[in-house]
Each structure stands twice: as C-alpha cells, then as structure tokens.
C-alpha cells in the first residue's frame, strides 16, 4: 500500500496512530495546532489494554519504566473509612500511574523525525474519490490520499460530519494537580478515590516521588465560580476530607493545577467516513470514571495497526470500516458504564451516599473483576 495519510492533533491518539503507521510503512504527516510538543500536564492511568497497545507499538517498556505499577485500588469514604479494596492480580498486567508529559515525550520521541509540524490549525477538509484536502488557517492545503482527524473531544471534523451527535455534559466538572509527596513515600499515597457529599477525590502515586490528584465537584458545564478555583477554594472544599487530602491540595501550586469539564458522546457513534478516520476523544470522548479515555485511543491506534498489518490487501478506506466494526460496541459500553458510575459517584445527598458506599462495601468482587476484565480485554 503507498498511501500518503495526514493526521491532525498531536494528543495521544494523533502520536500513537502515527507510530502505528509508520510501522507499516504508510508515508505520515502530523498538524498540530499547538506551536510544540506540550509542555503542561498532570497525570493519567493507564490499564493492561493501554499496556498492551502500547507493547503492539513497541514501546510498552518505556513507559513501564517513567510509570508507578499498582495491583490494587483502595476506596474510601470521605471520613477515612476503607468502603473497599480491589485487588487487580487477576488483571494481564498492573495499572499504571504516568506523568502525560512523560508518555507524550515518548510517543513524540517515537515518531519519525520531520513528521509533526507545529502550528498548523485545520480550518477546513474535503474528500473525494482521489484522496482529502486539509485547509489550514494560514492559507496551506495538504492533499493526502487519507486524513486520520485525532483533534479531541471537541472536534470541528467530527461536528461537521456528525452534526446531528453532540457531545453530552455531565453535572460535575474535574480539577486535577500533581505535587510532591512526603519522603518517606508511605502508605498514605495508594492508588485510592475518597467519595463524599462534596464529590470525589483521587489519589495516584507518581514514579518520581509525585502525586497526581483529581478531585471532582459537582457543577455544571462552564461554570466560572468552580473554574476559578485556587489552592484555596479547594481546600475549603475539601478541608473536612480525610488524610492526607487536605495536605495534598496545600502542597500544590497553582500552575500545577488544570480543570476540565466533562462530557462524553453518547451514541450515534461513527469513526470511519470513507477516508476520514476518526480517533481518540475525536472519535470518542467517554467521561473519566474509568480512566479509559487515553487507554482507547491507544488501543484504536493499535488495532488500526493490527488491521493494516493483516489486511494488507484491501484499501485504507476498507480498513477503516472494518476498525470501525471491532471497536463500536466495546466503546459504546465504556462509554455508558464511565457515564452511569459518574452519576452515582457524585450522589450529593448524604443518605444515598452511605446507602452506595455500603453497596460497594458489600458487593461480590466478580461484579468490578469482570468490568476490569473486559475493560482491560482487547478482542
Ligand atoms: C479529568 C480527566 C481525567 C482523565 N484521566 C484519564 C485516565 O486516568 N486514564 C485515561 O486513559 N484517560 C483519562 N482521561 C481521558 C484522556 O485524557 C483523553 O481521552 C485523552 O487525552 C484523549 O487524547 P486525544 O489525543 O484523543 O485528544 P487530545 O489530547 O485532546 O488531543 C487533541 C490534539 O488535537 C489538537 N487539535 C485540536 N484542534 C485542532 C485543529 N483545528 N488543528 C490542529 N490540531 C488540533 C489539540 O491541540 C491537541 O493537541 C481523563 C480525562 C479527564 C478530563
């Protein structure tokens, strides 16, 4: 196959599926809007299925090595209480806890040199039979035989070609931050999410001696009052939370901390457009109650890699279709399960919130070892 493919967004999709081609020898050019590689981020998780895309990409041991392994997630209740423990031993791999800066710089590193050009914002596109032409804002056209747009949740490329599909947006919104921890490096930093009246807070130990947090408030979408909040607010917010939360928000510098509102994309999924491919939160934005978001859109670029490979006879344009099949349904149940918890993880009335956390203390552990299982599956 001699097929030239652009790819828009050098987020973890973008980069990934970047990596995923050149492999097999597809010719890739990479826009990004951004003027260079990122250069702020907090923390993200990644689960066995972003293990494994990652090892199909060749480059699972790099991240093993920047990133802290965890076989266990601790719940707790805002008071200090353990609600439950959920060990992962009978998961393929450990979770693992990895600075975004260090896993963009080695999907970065990854890519063919000369392939990213900064700067560059798409403004339009157009496709026909012979290939698609990217328009950019400073007046550049790219034709290309395909265009693989991996320009996140809000994506203009996925608006326009599914304006009947909008994104849907949860009642509560995410601050996130990393700081440094104590020394000793104790028990007081496991891989933990403390559940309250007053929302969720979690904890995820870094490789470095770091800690990334998240701490979601309920709130609804752009709403400046919560989007505005320093170190302060959230201590106010969060000061009656047990150890050592309090001292985790203290610690953090303002320039540490970003806030996110979340949605997801609730049905009407559709990834593959003739030759357009969608990917990553461009394709599908899931809301981060199961830290799955980046983990599929490295198991996308993989599968897209697996395909190619495999199909080395049929057209980008059928590879697409065909990637479009295996990843719809795993993706729309993800999608619906991350959307359900998110609800019930931010009960607001103090009742329902120790009738939950009771649930969860009592509930048999087949219940979460079987969505960790199919989560952490790639078929
Ligand atoms: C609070 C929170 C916590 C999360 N935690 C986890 C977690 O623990 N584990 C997990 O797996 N996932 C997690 N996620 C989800 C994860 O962050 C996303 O799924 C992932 O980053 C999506 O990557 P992406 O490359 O698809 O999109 P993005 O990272 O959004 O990248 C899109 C890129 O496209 C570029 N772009 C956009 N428009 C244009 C344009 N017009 N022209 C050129 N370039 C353009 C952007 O500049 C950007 O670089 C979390 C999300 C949130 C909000």
């Known amino acids: 196959m001699a097929n030239r493919v652009v790819i828009i967004g050098s987020g973890i999709a973008g980069l990934s599926a970047a990596i995923g081609l050149q492999a097999q ?25 972003a293990l494994w895309a990652l090892d199909r990409l060749g480059i699972g041991h790099l991240v093993r090595q920047v990133g802290k392994a965890f076989n266990e997630f601790i719940i707790y209740s805002d008071n200090g209480k353990q609600i439950s423990s959920q060990p992962f031993d009978f998961l393929p791999d450990s979770m693992y806890a990895v600075h975004r800066l260090d ?61 009947s599909a909008p994104l849907r947006v949860a009642k509560y919104t995410c601050w996130q931050g990393v700081t440094s921890a104590d020394e000793p490096f104790d028990n007081r930093y496991l891989l933990s999410e403390t559940m309250g009246p007053k929302g969720r807070f979690g904890i995820c130990p870094l490789a470095n001696g770091q800690i990334y947090w998240y701490a979601c408030i309920n709130g609804t979408y752009n709403e400046e009052q919560i989007a505005k909040f320093g170190v302060q607010d959230l201590l106010e917010h969060f000061g009656e939370f047990h150890a050592p939360i309090p001292e985790v928000i203290r610690k953090t510098m303002p320039q540490d901390m970003v806030h996110n509102d979340i949605f997801d994309l609730p049905a009407k999924h559709k990834f593959a457009f003739n030759r357009i491919l969608l990917l990553g939160d461009a394709a599908h934005p899931i809301t981060p109650n199961l830290g799955q978001g980046a983990c599929q859109a490295l198991e996308d670029a993989a599968v897209l890699m697996h395909l190619i490979k495999c199909y080395s006879d049929m057209t980008l344009e059928e590879v697409f279709v065909l990637f479009e099949k295996k990843r719809l349904m795993k993706i729309k149940l993800l999608t619906q399960i991350a959307w359900s918890i998110g609800n019930v993880s931010q009960w607001s009335n103090p009742l329902f919130c120790t009738l939950r956390n009771l649930g969860m203390q009592y509930s048999p552990p087949f219940l979460y070892k079987q969505q960790f299982k199919y989560m952490s599956e790639v078929r």
């Not at 010719?27 to 066995?48: Q, S």
């Open 103 to 163: 896993l963009l710089r080695i999907l970065h590193d990854q890519v063919k040199p000369g392939t990213i050009q900064y700067g560059m914002e798409y403004t339009s596109f157009e496709q026909n039979e012979n290939g698609v032409s990217v328009s950019f804002a400073d007046g550049t056209q790219v034709h290309a035989d395909y265009a693989l747009f991996a320009d996140g949740a809000g994506s203009d490329c996925r608006t326009k070609l599914r304006p």
């Open 25 to 49: 020898g597809i010719e890739v050019k990479l826009f990004e809007k951004g003027k260079g590689p990122r250069t702020a981020g907090v923390g993200v998780n990644l689960a066995p299925n």
